[in-house]
Nanobody
Framework: QVQLVEAGGGLVQPGGSLRVSCASSRSISSINIMGWFRQAPGKQRELVASITSGGSTNYADSMKGRFTISRDIPNNTVDLQMNSLKPEDTAVYYC?????????WGQGTQVTVSS
């Protein structure tokens, strides 16, 4: 069983940057895939970025070049660095972890991009 807790959401201006972090109760090295998803009002939840236990990353097209997913293995966290933020990036951002034993979600953290 894995507990995931997101932190770092908040209000930023367009063009600004924000880093959100996902803390895992389990070693992230034992989690096959860690990912960030987001869900904006009226929209479906969508993949933002993911990283495998081997370090392979994947990004949604709209996030490529702006967002970076990374791991902090000693602290069991996965971070999402968001740059050049746009109003359309406003959403609840969720951490996700996939293991052999299950698919786990955090509670989400709100990111609002507005002037």
């Amino acid at each position: 069983q894995v507990q995931l807790v997101e932190a770092g959401g908040g209000l930023v201006q367009p063009g600004g940057s924000l880093r959100v972090s996902c803390a895992s109760s389990r070693s992230i090295s034992s989690i096959n895939i860690m990912g960030w998803f987001r869900q904006a009002p009226g929209k479906q939840r969508e993949l933002v970025a993911s990283i495998t236990s081997g370090g392979s990353t994947n990004y949604a097209d709209s996030m490529k070049g702006r967002f970076t997913i990374s791991r902090d293995i000693p602290n069991n966290t996965v971070d999402l660095q968001m740059n050049s933020l746009k109003p359309e990036d406003t959403a609840v951002y969720y951490c996700n972890g996939i293991t052999v034993w299950g698919n786990y979600w955090g509670q989400g953290t709100q990111v609002t991009v507005s002037s």
